[in-house]
């Protein structure tokens, strides 16, 4: 049985200790920010007298967020140790009062720094006074067509807690509320059957077992089918909301705006996987045939196709596999990132009942870069997600050692090359250091299965995203039906006519929490391609590309993602990044099928 989040010995989960030794260490930090931030108003109408009174008015509300950030990291993780324990859940809520409070009282400085005349902004830009603020300011002045009054930015502020509910009304539904019952496994064995436990089902040799874990959970979605479908619906509306009271021409633009990413990389992404999909359906095709299946079905499409390969890695031997893939970064990378995941005690390392599924990095500038997984060592592929979590810690610990904090933290769509990198890197490492025909294609089969989940599937997910929303902003109603028979056409096109899909997927779109981070999954797919061409240019290239790669890191978000990508050595705005990447899949498909039959 799954344990609780007490029965886990303390090595195996994340040390706080550093950033609050105790609760009533996090509680006295908060009623210090409780009493700092009203100083703010002390500000108001005064920005535009000197720079440096705006200088002062910048490193008083710095002070105040990295309280914030450090405050709420703690308030955040305890969360996800246990979504079910009242104390975790009163700070989280404890934190969001204040933080529209704050919200509210800071409401005035964007407006204020907005209205500065265009001629006293630029002196201002170029006072030594300022230097270390210029990147932030010049970002803040792009958004001065979608910055409102003072009094409307303050009505925002107070509403942004109540608009922004639906992913915790969606996480508490999904990850406490939500009970998918027990099955028993190949033993014979009764095991529960939750979010996190669905993957180790469905790599399971055995079909019916794979096949009751699928229909099972799903229909506990199907009980709920309504109220996920309100909770997503309403998500977007306030994306488009947002979008329409700040004056942007969509939602995805709004999305897409302060990246300064250009619609046209979106569209391009789905255009270009769209036109590669014949290369999928053949790899669905040879799943078919290598496994005997009359039909396949998608409860199909994650057990590892090549035979006699069963995988039991432990989380000490997948730290180990991790660190010797990322031995070209050098020994400061890998030896930073040995001691974090084993003294450091960065990482919570397995599941427990209310936990949060999946896995995450959780960074900030003064307190070490978490990581949460829910290891399981018959799942091969968290290898591989162990790997992606540090990449994103990796990158956060270089950034806040080369950057202030005004421009430390790096936006996703940089954050999702740094950890796909460190995944290309491990599957080298691990074709390299295998000389078993089998367990090579099984790694190929690995490969191929990782382009098609985040690349392709993160693009599909993306089109609903876009239709969704374009929905919505036409004025449709994005009731359960719109949404199902929206995501059914979508199965359609990405699954192709050989592939049986089950009535219960078209509720998959109702299950995925980055929709609750609108226009955030496409990042994935972008991140990957970039990570398949600078990781091809560590290891061909050497020193240079390495050099050139951690600078990356280092950079964190003192520039736009697009230039960023550029100094490190690939172009985003061009199709050929993607479609590199799919030519990849493509040939691993091919030799996947060469392979096969010596092993069959």
Known sequence: MTPTRDQVPANDTWDLSPLYTEPAAWQQDFEALQAAYPTLATFAGSLAQSPERLREVLEFEKSLDLRIERIGQYAGLRATEDSANSESLAREAQLENLLTRIGEAASFLSPEIQAIDAATFERFLASP?????????QRLRRLKPHTLSTAEERLLALGSSALRAHGETFSQLTNVDMQFGAIP?????????????LSSFLVKRQRELRKTAFHQFYAEFNAHRYTVASTLSASMRADVFYARARHYPSAREAALFRDDVPVAVYDNLISSVRSQLP????????RKKVLKLDEIHAYDTAVPIVPKIETHVSFDQAVDKVLAALEPLGSEYCSTLADGLRGGRWC?????????????????????????MNYKEDVFSDVYTLAHEA???????????NQPFQTYSYPIFLAEVASTFNEELLTHHLLETTTDPAMRAYLINRQIDDIRG???????????????????ERGEALTLDAFRSMYRVLLKDYFGENFTLDAELDLECL???????AFYVYKYATGMSAAVALSDQVLHEGAPAVKRYLNFLKSGGSEFPLPTLQKAGVDMTAPQPVERTLQLFARRVEELEALLPALV
């Open 511 to 517: 299950r995925i929490p980055h929709f609750y981070n």
């Open 454 to 472: 985040t690349v392709i599937r993160q693009t599909m997910f993306a089109e609903f995203e876009k239709l969704a929303h374009a929905a919505e």
């Open 129 to 137: 006074v300022l230097a270390d603020w210029r990147t932030p300011l």
């Open 185 to 197: 496994d190949e033993t014979g064995a009764s095991r529960e059957l939750t979010q996190s436990s």
């Open 391 to 401: 990449g994103h810690s990796m990158h956060t610990w270089y950034s806040t050692r």
């Open 348 to 372: 919570d390392r397995y599941e427990n009942k209310g936990k949060r599924s999946g896995a995450f990095s959780s960074g900030s500038f003064s307190g070490p870069p978490y990581i949460l």
């Open 279 to 286: 290369a999928l359906f053949r790899y669905y095709d040879l």
